[in-house]
């Protein structure tokens, strides 16, 4: 099955020559849920934009869903629902209207039952007839969701959906959107919350300076790039790494009441049972021990602070 989003050496550069993005190759599958990480000032929301028809890229081509995002904008351009980062409602307008009204703005005919679905999907209809500024941040959010979707896209653009939205709603809308991917939307996703991407994502891209540093399926890249630990606590703190030890990843920890021993778990061989032979050889006891793994947080970080 081709991809719906298929971007080939796409580049933005700024009159100020500020390179926005750089060469990015991308495919998007149809019906996944694809998050877009990376820090502040990465290039999520250029590259979102160039996608979305809102920023014109300097070189390279986007197609979305079939159609080429230059050439057929327009239809291109009803395929696509985004969400953006700030909260743009009409404040006077009622929920029901406002979105009745940006599904007509993509020439779609008045439907009062799929705008009514979509608002009871979205825990909207008891407020279909209140004024948007009369509803908090979340409602709000919501209802943006709401306008994205009004005119029945193929992909939908979450740019930081849950940012400043409260736990419990957080949740409620991680619940949404499974439906919606559900449903067959394919969804593209950028957030600072780590643990969004790591619930939901079923592939992860890495952003950073305006180059993909990586897009791999979530399950691969925490396979390939995680680290599992072991972590022992001794029953008499170790001043120091008995020195037939110091070849071994193994870290002792600053009050010398535990010691850390870091592997690959992708091994055929981890080495755990050596270790512990080896610490009974050198008389270390420990009294307890616990393993932990790398969270795609850890991974996220590690990626953008180390050189491409």
């Known amino acids: 099955m081709p991809s719906i989003i298929s971007i080939r050496g796409l580049n933005k550069t700024y009159a100020s020559g500020f390179e926005a993005l750089k060469h990015i190759d991308l495919e998007i599958e149809r019906g996944e849920l694809f998050a877009l990480l990376g820090p502040n000032g990465a290039g999520k929301t250029t590259l979102i934009g160039a996608i979305c028809g809102l920023v014109t890229p300097t070189r390279g081509s986007i197609v979305a869903d079939g159609h080429d995002i230059i050439r057929d904008f327009r239809p291109a351009r009803t395929k696509i629902g985004l969400v953006p980062q700030e909260l743009a409602t009409d404040a006077f ?3 029901w209207a406002t979105v009745s009204f940006s599904r007509g703005l993509f020439g779609k005919p008045a439907d009062p039952a799929y705008v009514e679905k979509l608002l009871r999907t979205l825990s909207l209809w008891d ?3 209140a004024k948007v500024m009369t509803l908090s941040g979340g409602m709000k959010r919501r209802v943006m969701i709401a306008k994205a979707l009004s ?3 193929s992909i939908l653009f979450l740019d930081e959906p849950t940012a400043g939205v409260d736990v419990e709603l957080r949740r ?3 619940e949404m959107v499974r439906g919606l991917r559900e449903s067959g939307v394919t969804i593209i996703l950028t957030t600072h919350y780590i643990e ?5 994502a079923d ?9 993909i540093l990586l897009v791999e399926d979530k399950a691969t890249l925490m396979a390939k790039l995680g680290k599992k630990q072991l972590v022992l606590h001794l029953q008499s703190p170790l001043e120091q790494l008995p020195g037939a030890l110091s070849g071994e990843p193994l870290e002792l920890s600053a009050d010398g009441q535990t010691l850390t021993y870091t592997f690959d778990a992708q091994s055929e061989q981890t080495g755990i049972g050596a270790l512990l032979r080896r610490l009974n050889e050198h008389g270390i006891d420990f009294k307890s021990l616990q393993s932990s793994e790398s969270s795609l947080e850890d991974i996220f970080v590690g990626l953008v602070r180390e050189p491409a």
């Open 151 to 153: 005119h029945e896209p």
């Open 127 to 129: 407020k279909k007839d």
């Open 203 to 211: 592939r992860i891209g890495v952003i950073r300076r305006g180059e």
């Open 172 to 174: 409620d809308m991680w």
């Open 93 to 95: 307008e009622t929920v």
């Open 196 to 200: 969004e991407a790591e619930e939901m």
